[in-house]
């Protein structure tokens, strides 16, 4: 009977262990196998930060794969809904001056994302965030501006004056690296973009680290 006690114990013991009541860094010493708490389980692409002395360590998986499909080469996008852009001006985290592949100067409100206030008013995280736009603008090589909708009256913001855009820089989307890195919550349902925005903000949310938590 002891026997098949012993056999039943260690035939029941799954790889990596799932014992409990002992330290996740030992080794089980029923099976032999590395004890791993089935509640404690990493999510792929998520930074765990296990240790709260060490920095945490802003990734960008999601913005990293995600790509622009759509040809914008000779289009405009006051005409076409895509096209290449020039900055003219940076307003905050989410906000700038383009002028456009056909000549048109415009207010571009990024969509997706709301940063942080650093104009009439600022708030945590503000200027950080106004930096972080700027710099990738000022750094960039080729700016795309992409519409969500060809239909004029879904093409601007509730001021009627801006006009609502994805933001490529270099090939990456400014937009959803703005809220991955936590320097502006996700605003994106019901977008074309809309999943890549909520699987993005996962890892910064569950960290609380900027505008989920930490100080300015």
Known sequence: LAL???????SSCETPCQHT?????EICDVCGNPYKD????????VNPNPDPNQPYEFTTP???????????EGKDFIKDGIGTATVVAYTDGDTAIFRTSGGSKITVRFLGVDTPESTYKVDPWGFAASSHTKNALKNAKTIVLQAET???NLRLDSTGKRYLAWVWVDGRLLNLEIAEVGLGTSDASETRYAKE????????LKAKQRIYGTKN
């Open 4 to 10: 098949l006690a012993m056999l039943f114990v260690v």
């Open 197 to 204: 925005f909520n699987e993005a903000i996962q890892a910064v």
């Open 62 to 72: 999601v913005t990293d794969r995600i790509q622009l499909t759509e040809d914008y």
């Open 21 to 25: 009541d002992i330290d996740k860094n």
């Open 38 to 45: 089935p509640n404690n389980q990493e999510q792929p692409g």
């Open 150 to 152: 060809l239909d004029e």
